[in-house]
C-alpha cells in the first residue's frame, strides 16, 4: 500500500525556518506531481506549494512567494517544503500529496491519489 510520509515538523519561534520532508514509498514517485499542504485550527485545507514530477515547473500560494520553496528527489523518493521566514499564521498540520494527474494545477485536493498523515508547524510570535 502507497505511504506518504511527512518529518520535519515542530515548534519554531516566528522568523525561524524549518524544513519538511515526505517520503513516499510503494509508488512510481516520478511520475507524480507533489503537493504540501495545509490545514490551520478551523481553517479548510489549502495549497501550499506544488511541483511537477521532474521538478521543472512548480508552484506557490502567494501567501508563501519568497518565503517558502518546494524541491523533490527523485532518486530517494522526497518531497521537501523548505520554510524560511516563518509566522504564527503559518501554523498548520502541514501534508504532503501526489497525484498522477497531468497539468500544472496543484490547487484542488480533489485532483490528488494519495495522502500523508501530516505533521504539526507550531510558530510562536
Known amino acids: 500500500q502507497v505511504q506518504l510520509v511527512e518529518s520535519g515538523g515542530g515548534l519554531v519561534q516566528a522568523g525561524g525556518s524549518l524544513r519538511l520532508s515526505c517520503v513516499a514509498s510503494?509508488?512510481?514517485?516520478?511520475?507524480?506531481?507533489m503537493g504540501w499542504f495545509r490545514q490551520g485550527p478551523g481553517k479548510a485545507r489549502e495549497c501550499v506549494a506544488g511541483?511537477?514530477?521532474?521538478?521543472?515547473?512548480?508552484y506557490y500560494a502567494d501567501f508563501v512567494k519568497g518565503r517558502f520553496t518546494i524541491s523533490r528527489d527523485n532518486a530517494k523518493n522526497t518531497v521537501y517544503l523548505q520554510m524560511n521566514s516563518l509566522k504564527p499564521e503559518d501554523t498548520a498540520v502541514y501534508y504532503c500529496?501526489?497525484?498522477?494527474?497531468?497539468?500544472?494545477?496543484?490547487?484542488?485536493?480533489?485532483?490528488?491519489?494519495?495522502w500523508g498523515q501530516g505533521t504539526q508547524v507550531t510558530v510562536s510570535s
Open positions: 510503494r509508488l512510481t514517485f516520478s511520475r507524480y506531481g
Open positions: 500529496a501526489a497525484k498522477l494527474a497531468a497539468g500544472s494545477d496543484y490547487t484542488r485536493p480533489g485532483l490528488y491519489n494519495y
Open positions: 511541483i511537477s514530477w521532474s521538478g521543472d515547473t512548480s
